[in-house]
Every structure is written in C-alpha cells, then in structure tokens.
Nanobody, 123 residues
Framework: QVQLVESGGGGVQTGESLRLSCAAS????????MAWYRQAPGERREPVAT???????DYFRGVKGRFTISSDNAAKTWYLQMNSLKPEDTAVYYC?????????????????WGQGTQVTVSS
C-alpha cells in the first residue's frame, strides 16, 4: 500500500509564502510523475504544477513565476514553494503521484492522492 502525506498548509496574508511537502511511503513502488492540485470551494480540482522523475516541470493557471515545484527523488518527497500568495490561491491543496506498484503477483500503474491541506490567503 502506498500513502502520500502532506504538510505545510496554513493561513497567511497576501504576499506571504508557504511551502507544502508531500512524502510517499510504502513498499516496492516507482514514482513517474509528482503533482500538486488544488480545489477551491465550489470549484473543480485543478492542476497547479507537475514534475517528472527526470525533473521536468510544468505550471498551470497563473502560478508560473510565483510557485516552484521540486522533488527529492531519493526521499520520495516533493514540494511546492508558494510565493507572493493571493486570496485567489485559497484552496485545499492535494499532492498526487502517478506510480507503478510492484506486488508479488502483479504490476499496477495508478494515481495516488494525499489527504489535502488547507491554504488560506487573507487580504
């Protein structure tokens, strides 16, 4: 079983920064793509940033230049550094990982999700 555990959310003022972390644990798995998504109240969950296992990054919807995704592949941990936060960044942030799980009898490719962490930016 693979688990993703997030940390680092909280409440900040406009212009301040937060750093989110996501740690993957379990046995016999390989991560191919790590990502951060967010979901604001009444809205659909949307991608924020992605990073592949070779370090290629991509950013979505107005966060480029303010947010930075990075990873420590050996530690199976990835991060989202969020600078110059705005009230519209307020949401529950979820980490996800596309990975391959190797069990005794099969190989399974799937996407796993963290539990979500609240980020609130006040004006």
């Amino acid at each position: 079983q693979v688990q993703l555990v997030e940390s680092g959310g909280g409440g900040v003022q406009t212009g301040e920064s937060l750093r989110l972390s996501c740690a993957a644990s379990g046995s016999a798995f390989t991560i191919h793509l790590m990502a951060w998504y967010r979901q604001a109240p009444g809205e659909r969950r949307e991608p924020v940033a992605t990073i592949t296992d070779d370090g290629t990054t991509d950013y979505f919807r107005g966060v480029k230049g303010r947010f930075t995704i990075s990873s420590d592949n050996a530690a199976k941990t990835w991060y989202l550094q969020m600078n110059s936060l705005k009230p519209e960044d307020t949401a529950v942030y979820y980490c996800s990982a596309d990975l391959t799980v190797h069990t005794a009898t099969q190989i399974v490719n799937d996407r796993f999700w963290g539990q979500g962490t609240q980020v609130t930016v006040s004006s």
